[in-house]
């Protein structure tokens, strides 16, 4: 498996996700590239090249993952900056989810990774308030806390 000095992915991964050869120009920096949407990666799911390297079917998809990322920059014309363009009775303008210019991770990508958006939090109170005041009707648990539970810790048992 790859070191920390060396990406999941590959140039080859990227001339697959683009569908032709890099130029020289664009040789000199995928692997820069892949190294940053690699630690991109890393910074939500610490343990990411642990899994790749014990199951080769999340390193594919990892290695999917940062090729397409870095396709994205490089199929931007303009380094990104132009969006459409016209001349004329001629215009065009690019599919950012294609070509953004930006290194980034898409939200339908991390979603293949496991990762999601939603979190939950639930408060842990030492239950003061009821035992000093006895039983607290339902009504005023918020007020007062509860004692160190919830209806979400009771149903998972944890």
Do not use: C
């Not at 498996?1 to 050869?21: F, G, H, K, L, P």
């Not at 990774?113 to 039983?135: C, I, M, N, Q």
């Amino acid at each position: 498996m790859a070191d920390e000095d060396t990406a999941i992915a590959s140039s080859a991964n990227v001339e697959a996700a683009m569908q032709r050869e890099l130029t020289t120009a664009e040789k000199q920096y995928v692997d820069g590239l892949l190294l940053r949407a690699e630690r991109i990666l890393v910074s939500r799911l610490p343990d990411l090249r642990e899994r790749a390297e014990e199951d080769p079917t999340f390193s594919a998809l990892v290695a999917d993952i940062e090729s397409e990322a870095v396709a994205r920059v490089l199929r931007a014309p303009g380094n990104g900056i132009i969006r459409q363009e016209a001349e004329g009775n001629y215009s065009y303008s690019i599919n950012l989810r294609v070509a953004s210019g930006l290194l980034e991770i898409l939200p339908d990508e991390w979603a293949r990774l496991g990762v999601s958006r939603w979190r939950s939090v639930a408060p842990e109170t030492d239950g003061y308030a009821a035992g000093r005041y006895g039983a607290i009707p339902p009504h005023w648990w918020f007020q007062y806390g509860w004692p160190a539970r919830n209806q979400m810790s009771e149903e998972w048992n944890l």
